[in-house]
């Protein structure tokens, strides 16, 4: 199984951004999926999970702002950013399992 994450790039507040997590080797309605964050000298850390049958999770600071999916035809995960804020600039990952994709570099100016 490969991950391959892209989407990321530089907006300001306010704006958004869709995250998109190609998985090879599996098919995605098959898994959980996760995707992570890690901000310049901070651990990592969750930011919005989905099960095998579609539960989802997320940070509380992403609630209602962010939302992570499955695409089926492009056998991808995506994550939809809206309204985005400085805080959420970060290095994000794709995780399925034990497997890490590359990060996609996310940054938001004030």
């Known amino acids: 199984v490969q991950l391959q994450a892209s989407g990321g790039g530089t907006v300001q507040a306010g704006g958004s951004l869709r995250l998109a997590c190609v998985v090879s080797?599996?098919?995605?309605?098959?898994?959980?999926y996760a995707w992570y964050r890690q901000a310049p000298g901070q651990q990592r850390e969750l930011v919005a999970g989905?099960?095998?049958?579609?539960?989802?999770n997320y940070l509380d600071s992403v609630k209602g702002r962010f939302t992570i999916s499955k695409d089926n035809a492009q056998n991808s995960v995506t994550l939809q950013m809206n309204n985005l804020k400085p805080e959420d600039t970060a290095l994000y990952f794709c995780q399925y399992r034990t497997i890490w994709g590359r990060g996609t570099l996310v940054t938001v100016s004030s």
């Open positions: 989905i099960t095998h049958g579609g539960i989802t």
């Open positions: 080797g599996i098919t995605v309605s098959r898994g959980a």
